[in-house]
């Protein structure tokens, strides 16, 4: 059983920068893909980044890619989300997850068996 508390949202301008951070509870294995979503309000959860904690290597939505930097410490077992160049169109609930079977279908919520209960970004105009 693994347990994810995010933390680090927050009110932030427009060109702004935020890092978030998911602490794990429970062994995290190799194998294991972690993620973040978000989900603005009346939008469906929506893959941001995932990072596979064995080799470290790390995907993006195209939307965030070159903003948005995925990174892990295994000897603390958390994930963080370095987001800079913030725009008004980023805010929603960001989530964490993880999936223990490192599927390919990373971009899906589907696949993720634990989930944190998300942090509010607000990024202003």
């Known amino acids: 059983q693994v347990q994810l508390v995010e933390s680090g949202g927050g009110l932030v301008q427009a060109g702004g920068s935020l890092r978030l951070s998911c602490a794990a509870s429970g062994r995290i294995f190799g194998g294991y893909a972690m993620a973040w979503f978000r989900q603005a309000p009346g939008k469906e959860r929506e893959f941001v980044s995932a990072?596979?904690?064995?080799?470290?290597?790390?995907y993006y939505a195209d939307s965030v890619k070159g903003r948005f930097t995925i990174s892990r410490d295994s000897a603390k077992n958390t994930v963080f989300l370095l987001m800079n160049g913030l725009k008004p169109e980023d805010t929603a609930v960001y989530y964490c997850?993880?999936?223990?079977?490192?599927?390919?279908?990373?971009?899906?919520?589907?696949?993720?068996?634990?989930w944190g209960q998300g942090t509010q970004v607000t990024v202003s105009s």
């Open positions: 997850a993880a999936d223990p079977s490192g599927s390919h279908y990373y971009t899906r919520p589907s696949v993720y068996d634990y």
């Open positions: 990072i596979w904690w064995n080799v470290g290597n790390a």
